[in-house]
């Protein structure tokens, strides 16, 4: 591929295809040339001296240039009155000024060609709505000219590896590899000053202030793209964007670890936070399923922070939670031993084969299990053929070598022993050396072979979880989902019960409206009649035969069990009169005449099974949040419930339910037949299409969700839709985008062959194998303009990151083939439109099987990709290519694009056409 004439970062896209240069927004505030300081001082002690000093004393390769319209010089540098006057173009403007000025001056930068800026001054969101008005006005200029902004309140910027220090601190980080981002300038300062007395180095030292502009999402975005950065550590109060974040953290975690510390876990503690940022906290129990979905390791302490980034940076990441123990003591092995069972780990169960190897190896006093305690005495060479032989143990997933310094013991030479085994494959390693002095050379062999050593073996034990916890958001960022089954949801009938009810001014959909929702979506309910007077719930109980049930059926009424609109297992016609006209005396009563519609009549269902709940409501943060677990009357009381993001596939349906006690018992236990778990998810799965695609409703319930061998069945249903006064612009959107609809078409070729066109799905990965089974080598080398073996191309880690798409990043258009010799549907072209990240430009690429070509369908998913760039607001689309793909040159022409030969690589057509 082309590059540009300055590259900055250098990136394989997603699929490793191509090389990419591409240059990122951002780099005007990491890599500035220039650097402009408004609001520059010599008074002693001030932000705007700080500032200045910081950045001429740590040389960046550019110029500084004071700006303060009172002063003609400061600290011997010439100063400019306002940023217009300065000589030279600036990438970067530093604003130190107080907030009612920022306003302006950022207008005047963007006017001056500035690019970026960092805004240190506080008193904008967090004091108020005159502060809101202030960052309005801000992003409003800055918007004109495309700058990007890091704060407002905030301490700054390093950039340790080409010398940048645009902070007020009062020193410079490090050069290292760990890009340090942190909501809280305070603790940037306290960590700066322990890192330099710990020697520890950062590639970037971020302070992000209250967010205006530049978020988590970018920051990720931008150090997951460098290659001098290898792992990011947050600090993080609020989240801000939070489909920007989990986006920008999907794409990155999977090849650098981001470890993030989220205090709020108490009730004071998000208050504090909230008080701090101006922002929202939203629910914590949220935030943990939020990271989980997208691979970011949260850890419980500043400490934990760099040593799971040190740890995940010199160790390999374990397949599993079985820890293997070694030890020259009982007691150390011990408290290792608990912290590892309190956070989820397991010691490793020794198999028959390493039992047999030990018990030939070490005295015969030795533990005989894990821990392997092989007692004080223990020598180098016991310490290192001990460690040799658990590793081969098939069920040990890492390996933690304990030593305590005895008379007997040697810590400085076991450390020598022990480096041979700093790089086990898929085990890592990890060592206490407990004591003073006495161990730290031992320390330091090790930390420099490789082996991370912690103070404590409870801590080591503590690092070893959060490695597999690691592990396991990774594998399940991919894990490929069975495929949906088929289902045609009646979207347009769902969409008229709520217009519906919207259209009477109700917010609350009764049981009937609420069960009709669901059959819509194929979810399986109770037969349910509408009967408004005793006569009518008579006859419709004699039509659906006993025992019935007989519930309130009120508009504005959800709780009927709290007003007495329940009455179970009525076996006679008389017996329903009754019900009747019991209910309707009671919610009289105890809600009003008003608030009593009718009954509902329903067969007695048998609970022969197990009562759920699943259900979906607003997190102040992320938007709709679902909810899994033990239903009935009783579900606040027990509390067994595990949380997801919508949308979901069966895979992540079925990770909810794992995360719950009644899992268990939906499995089968006692003898009891297991519930149909594959249903259950993909009912969920539907579930989960209502929340995302009904966006009026505002929460949703089924209590309970009766689940047994023989059925799931809707026995209540609840749901309710935002206030009347609310706009469609301000309904929350799903932290993650949902599968796109509208994108999804069917089109007939040339020949009369019928496609479907829609986006590509997770679910896609084995019919994608099948593909590239079918596609030549000449059309594998014209897409991607190199050869690429098979085996390459359709293995699991490829597939997955090609069919796990974010559709807010790119589109990927599959064109799926109902083959009528075999009766099994083939993709047979996909169309893949890629943002260019930091612009509003995307590239596209084609690749159809070879019995497809000529039949037009290159030009149709083509002419699709081009309408989604106009529908996704971009600006630009872009191509690269081969000379020899005369076929993709004349549809690229046909649809407008004009080509002309790279400048850079004349061995490359460059393809552009403007939106």
């Known amino acids: 591929m082309a590059q540009p004439a300055t590259p900055t970062f250098a990136a394989f896209d997603r699929a490793g295809d191509v090389l990419k240069f591409e240059p990122n927004p951002l780099d005007a505030i990491f890599a500035p040339r220039n650097v402009a300081l408004i609001g520059a001082s010599e008074t002693s002690g001030s932000v705007g001296r700080t500032i200045l000093w910081n950045l001429i004393s740590n040389p960046f390769g ?28 600036v990438d970067l403007a530093v604003v130190c000024t107080a907030a009612p000025s920022v306003p302006d001056l950022i207008g005047e930068c963007v006017d001056a060609g500035v690019k970026g800026a960092i805004i240190i001054s506080a008193g904008f969101k967090e004091i108020g709505p005159e502060g809101v008005e202030l960052e309005r006005r801000v992003m409003e200029n ?32 490090r050069p290292g590899q760990v890009a340090f981002l942190s909501q809280s300038g305070a603790l940037l300062t306290g960590v700066l000053d322990w890192s330099l007395r710990e020697n520890l180095g950062f590639s970037a030292f971020v302070s992000v202030g209250s967010m205006i502009d530049v978020g988590w999402g970018d920051l990720i975005q931008y150090f997951g793209d460098d290659p001098r950065t290898e792992a990011i550590v947050m600090y993080m109060e609020t989240i801000g964007d939070a489909r920007s974040f989990l986006s920008s953290a999907r794409e990155v975690a999977y090849t650098k670890p981001i470890i ?24 914590d129990d949220v935030l943990d399923v939020a990271f989980k979905r997208v691979g970011v390791l949260r850890v419980d302490s500043i400490m934990d922070l760099f ?38 780990g397991k010691l490793t169960p020794l198999s028959s084969e390493t039992m047999q190897a030990l018990d030939q190896l070490l005295p015969a006093a030795w533990s005989h299990n894990n821990p392997v305690d092989i007692l004080g005495d223990a020598s180098p060479e016991r310490y290192a053929k001990t460690l040799e032989l658990t590793a081969r143990d098939p069920n040990a997933d890492g390996l933690l070598v304990i030593l305590t310094p005895q008379a007997m013991t040697d810590p400085t030479m076991t450390a020598e022993m022990l480096k041979p085994y700093a790089r086990i494959p898929n085990k890592p390693v990890l060592a206490s050396w407990l004591g003073g002095s006495e161990i730290q050379a031992g320390e330091t062999i090790l930390s420099r072979a490789g082996i991370p050593t912690f103070e404590y073996p409870d801590i080591a034990a503590r690092m070893f ?34 217009d519906r009810a919207r259209a009477q001014g109700r917010t609350i959909l009764n049981e009937y409206e609420s069960k009709q929702l669901l059959s819509a979506y194929d979810i399986p309910t109770v037969e349910t009649r509408v009967a408004l007077t005793k006569d009518q719930a008579a006859a419709a109980a004699d039509e659906i035969g006993y025992p019935v049930v007989l519930k309130l059926y009120s508009d504005t009424i959800t709780h009927k069990t709290d007003v007495g609109g329940v009455k179970l297992n009525l076996p006679d016609t008389r017996a329903v009169r009754d019900a009747f006209i019991a209910i309707k005396s ?32 607003l997190d102040a943060q992320f938007g709709p949040v679902l909810l899994f677990g033990l239903g009935g009357q009783l579900v606040e009381v027990f509390k067994d419930r595990a949380l997801g993001l919508p949308p979901l596939n069966t895979t992540l349906a079925r990770r909810m339910m794992e995360r719950t006690k009644i899992y268990t018992a ?116 014209l897409r991607y303009l190199h050869p690429m073996a098979l085996d390459t191309r359709i293995a699991h880690d490829r597939l997955s990151r090609i069919v796990f798409i974010d559709y807010d990043r790119e589109m990927a258009l599959a064109a799926e083939y109902q083959n009528p010799e075999t009766g099994k549907r083939e993709i047979v072209g996909i169309g893949r439109l890629s943002k260019i990240y930091g612009t509003s430009d995307a590239e596209f690429s084609l690749l159809i099987v070879d019995r497809f070509h000529g039949k037009g369908l290159g030009t149709e998913l083509l002419k699709m990709l081009v309408q989604i760039g106009r529908d996704e607001n971009l600006d630009r689309i872009i191509a690269f290519i081969s000379p020899d793909n005369h076929a993709m040159q004349k549809v690229s022409r046909h649809l407008g694009f004009t080509l002309h030969r790279s400048a850079d690589d004349p061995t490359i057509i460059e393809g552009e056409l403007v939106l």
Not at 145 to 168: D, E, Y
Not at 473 to 495: D, G, I, K, Q, V
Not at 586 to 594: L, R, Y
């Open 586 to 617: 009671s919610v009289t009563d105890k809600a009003g005449a008003q608030h009593f519609g009718g009954v509902t009549v329903q067969p007695m269902v048998k609970l022969d099974g197990y009562e759920l709940i699943i259900g979906s409501s």
């Open 62 to 89: 550019g110029t500084v240039f004071p700006v303060n319209p009172k002063r003609a010089s400061i600290l011997g540098i010439k100063s400019y009155p306002r940023i217009a006057e300065v000589p030279a173009k």
């Open 465 to 498: 979880n959060y490695m597999w916890q690691y592990t396991e958001n990774l594998r399940l960022l991919y894990e490929t989902p069975s495929f949906a089954e088929a289902t045609n949801p009646n979207r347009s009938h769902a969409s008229e019960i709520v």
């Open 307 to 344: 040593y799971s980034a040190e740890l995940l940076g010199k160790q390999p990441r374990p397949k599993g939670r079985n820890l293997t123990i070694l030890t020259n003591a009982g007691g150390p092995g011990v408290l290792a031993t608990d912290a590892l069972v309190e956070g989820g």
């Open 666 to 781: 939906l499995q089968g236990v006692r003898g009891r037949a297991p519930v149909d778990i594959e249903a259950l998810a993909q009912l969920m799965v539907r579930f989960s299409e209502i929340v995302v695609e009904q966006r009026w409703v505002k929460e949703i319930d089924i209590n309970p969700l009766l689940a047994s061998p023989e059925q799931l069945i809707a026995l209540d249903a609840r749901v309710i839709l935002y206030e009347p006064n609310v706009t469609p612009e301000q309904l929350p959107r799903p932290a993650i985008r949902p599968y796109p609809l509208k994108y999804v078409e069917t089109w007939v070729a040339e020949d009369g062959t019928r496609l479907t066109i829609r986006p590509i799905r997770p679910e896609d990965e084995p019919l994608m194998v099948e593909y590239h089974k079918q596609v030549s080598e000449r059309s594998v080398y």
């Open 142 to 173: 800055a918007k004109r000219g495309r700058m990007r902004i890091i704060g407002p309140n905030c301490l700054g910027v390093m950039n340790p590896l080409n010398g940048l220090n645009a902070t007020f601190a009062s020193a410079s980080a």
């Open 260 to 283: 993030v510390i989220k205090p709020g876990r108490t009730e004071a503690a998000a208050h504090a936070a909230a008080s701090h940022t101006g922002s929202m906290t939203g629910s």
